[in-house]
C-alpha cells in the first residue's frame, strides 16, 4: 500500500547510505513471514490460480534472457529484474491477502487511499510544497507524477464511492478533491487511467453485475459520457483553466495541446531508434536483447527525444523498453505472461466482489498508462501492479460459492 499512498516519493524511500527501498524491504518481509504451508492454506487453487502459477514461472526465463548477455553484475541489473521478480509472486501475494480477509484488505486500500488524496490534491493545486528528505529520500516528499498519481486519484474515487458507513459529506469532499486533481493536473496518461480504474470497478460491480440489466446499465452510462465529452468539445472551446487536463484532449492551437502532440511525436520517434538499435537494421540484440543493466536508450540516441537525462533508463513504454532488454524472447514471454494474469483475472463474469473489480480495474489502467510513460519499470509502478493482479486474483473461493450476491454483501 505504500506506493498507493505515497506515490512515487513514498517508493524511493531509502535505508540511508544504501541503494535498497524501505517498500522492497516491507514487501520481502511480509513474503518471508508468510510461510510455505500458510501459502497452500490461502493460495487460490482454482482455474484462474492456476493460469496465474503459469504466467509466474513464464518471467523466469525472461530473466534468465535478461542476464545472459549480462557482463558486469551491480545494483542496476539487479534493480532492471526487479519487476519480475514482483510479478512472478503474483500467487502469493493473492494468498496474503486471502489470508488477511477481503473486509481488512479494503479497510487498508481506503486508509491508503485516504492518505493519497489527503497530500496529493493541494500538492497538484499548488497549495503544498515539496518537502526535501536527506539521506532517506531520493526524491522530494509530495512530488506528484502526473500520469500514475491521477491513476490513484480514479483508483479513491472507486474506493471511496464503494464505502457505504461514510456520510454523503466526507465521500463527496474525498471525491470532489480527487477529480479536482485529476482535472487540473494536465497528464493525459493520467486522466485515461483515472477514467479506466473508474469504469472498469463499477463495469464490474453494484448496480452493474445483474445479469440481465448490468450491461444496459454500463451501456447508457458509457452514452452519457460520450455525450458529456461531445457537448464539451462542442461548447466549451475556451475550458477554464483549472482544466488543463482536457485542453490537452481537445484538437486546437493552442501551447498545451500542441505540447502534447510534441511529446507523443518525440516518443514514437524515439520508440523507433530503440528499435532499430536492438533488432532492426542498426542492432544485434533481436532475441536476447542488450541485457539488465546496459543503456540501450542513451546508446540508441533515443534519450535526445525522451527526458535528455541518462540516469532515466527507460523508454517510457514498458514492452520497448523490455524489448530493449529482453529481446524478443524475454519480451515475448513477459507479454504473454501478462496478458495470461489479466485473462485470469477477468474469469468468472462482471459479478464479482469489490476487491476483485478494483484490481481488475487498476491492473487494467496500469498497463494501459505504461505504454505511456515510465510505469511499469519503477517500483511505485511495478509494486502496485503486482498489488493489482493479487487483489483481482483474491476472493476466489467466495466467487464460487455465492457466485451472484457480491452486489449484495460486498
Known sequence: M????????????KIPGLPVYWADLAVFAGVAFFAYG??????????????????????????????????????????????????????????????????????????ACVLHTLWVAPAILGLLPTVPLPLIGGIEAFTTRGDFDLLICGLSIAVISYERRWTGASKTLLVAANLA??????????????????????????????????????????????????????????????AVGLTKLLPSDSATYQTGQNTWQARLDAWELIYRYTGGS???FALLGSGFGSQPIRDSGAIRYLSGNEQVRAAHNYAVT????????????????????????????LNVPRNVAIGRGLSVAILAVGLGGVIMESPFGYITMAFALALGLSDRSTMRRDRWQYGKTA
Not at 505504500?2 to 524511500?13: D, P, T
Not at 465529452?229 to 472551446?237: C, K, M, P, T
Open 2 to 13: 505504500i506506493a498507493v499512498a505515497f506515490g512515487r516519493w513514498g517508493s524511493y524511500l
Open 38 to 111: 500458510t501459502y497452500h492454506t490461502a493460495g487460490v487453487q482454482d482455474a484462474a490460480g492456476r493460469m496465474v502459477r503459469y504466467a509466474s514461472l513464464m518471467y523466469v526465463p525472461a530473466v534468465l534472457a535478461g542476464v545472459a548477455t549480462v557482463s558486469n553484475f551491480s545494483i542496476t541489473t539487479i534493480r532492471d529484474a526487479v519487476p519480475f521478480v514482483y510479478l512472478s509472486m503474483t500467487p502469493i501475494f493473492a494468498a496474503a491477502l486471502n489470508l488477511l480477509g477481503r473486509d481488512r484488505v479494503f479497510s487498508y486500500l481506503r486508509l
Open 181 to 242: 486533481a485529476i482535472l487540473s493536473s494536465g497528464s493525459r496518461a493520467g486522466l485515461i487511467g483515472a477514467l479506466l480504474v473508474i469504469l472498469i470497478a463499477s463495469a464490474c460491480s453494484k448496480p452493474f453485475h445483474d445479469r440481465s440489466k448490468g450491461p444496459v446499465r454500463f451501456a447508457a452510462l458509457f452514452a452519457i459520457a460520450a455525450v458529456a465529452l461531445l457537448v464539451f468539445v462542442l461548447f466549451a472551446s475556451r475550458p477554464p483553466a483549472w
Open 282 to 284: 542498426d542492432g544485434g
Open 322 to 349: 523490455w524489448y530493449a532488454f529482453l529481446g524478443a524472447v524475454g519480451v515475448s514471454l513477459v507479454l504473454v505472461a501478462l496478458i495470461l494474469s489479466i485473462v485470469a483475472i477477468f474469469r468468472g463474469g
